[in-house]
């Protein structure tokens, strides 16, 4: 079975430019969640969806929306860019979407964003 | 402040040599702690996960201890390999109560990167 999948792998982008990160999650896992981590830091949360709904957002400002499709797989968009937004973006999913449980979270390798 | 705490920043040992990764962290209530490792511009493979009531997990030559009382986790890695090279993240999990929307609100130790030199 596939992992979890992202595109792009890479792209650089402009100040003020928009951009759309996808996320496929396992087969049969209904929650995805997003992190930015910077070089050199750990990831920091961005959102989590199950079943389609938003579930959490952490401290990110409104310039950063996301959704999850019927099928489960997600997107994470990033209006006005800034030069601060250039990271690593990652998403994770789950079978599970519910906190205080030990459900695997499985990442997939990342979208590597550059803001020029 | 819920915070993870991670040291050594940074580690160099030799190969076949043993270490220990530390993590101290703030959040509470507290529900599970997870080990990852993340190879250089990849994403995070799970290691261990342990629930409050756990106070040890073994995953091949990695060993995970938590101190629930003290607040305290380590890795124990055994006989270091090069592909061993990789930062180790220590991540906590508050139960759902704690946050609103139910959801599982992990918060991340910023990770401690080894390498492994021959």
């Known amino acids: 079975d596939a992992g979890v999948t992202q595109s792009p792998t890479h792209l650089i982008k402009t100040r003020g430019q928009h951009v759309t990160l996808r996320c496929s999650p396992i087969?049969?896992?209904?929650?995805v969640s997003w992190y930015q981590q910077v070089l050199g830091q750990g990831p920091q949360f961005i959102f989590q969806?199950?079943?389609?709904?938003?579930?959490g957002r952490g401290n990110f400002p409104d310039r950063f929306s996301a959704r999850q499709f019927p099928n489960y797989s997600s997107e994470l968009n990033v209006n006005a860019l800034l030069l601060g937004d250039s990271a690593l973006y990652l998403c994770?999913?789950?079978?599970?979407?519910?906190?205080?449980?030990?459900?695997?979270?499985?990442f997939g390798e990342g979208s590597r964003l550059t803001v020029l | 402040k819920n915070q993870v705490e991670q040291s050594p920043q940074s580690l160099i040992i030799l190969e076949g040599k043993n270490c220990t990764l530390q993590?101290?962290?703030?959040?509470?209530?507290?529900?599970?702690l997870r080990w990852y490792k993340q190879d250089t511009g990849r994403g995070p493979v799970s290691l261990t996960i342990?629930?409050?009531?756990?106070n040890t997990k073994s995953n091949g030559r990695y060993t995970a201890t938590l101190d629930a009382d003290t607040k305290q986790s380590s890795l124990h890695i055994t006989a270091s390999q090069l592909s061993d090279s990789a930062s180790y993240i220590c991540?906590?999990?508050?139960?759902?109560?704690?946050?609103?929307?139910?959801?599982?609100?992990?918060?991340f130790g910023a990770g401690t990167r080894l390498a492994v030199h021959p």
């Open positions: 994770a999913s789950s079978s599970k979407g519910l906190a205080g449980n030990t459900g695997e979270l499985f």
């Open positions: 087969s049969g896992h209904k929650s």
């Open positions: 969806y199950y079943e389609k709904e938003e579930r």
């Open positions: 993590c101290n962290y703030t959040v509470s209530p507290f529900s599970n």
């Open positions: 342990m629930t409050f009531s756990e």
């Open positions: 991540v906590v999990s508050g139960p759902a109560l704690m946050f609103s929307g139910g959801y599982n609100k992990l918060i």
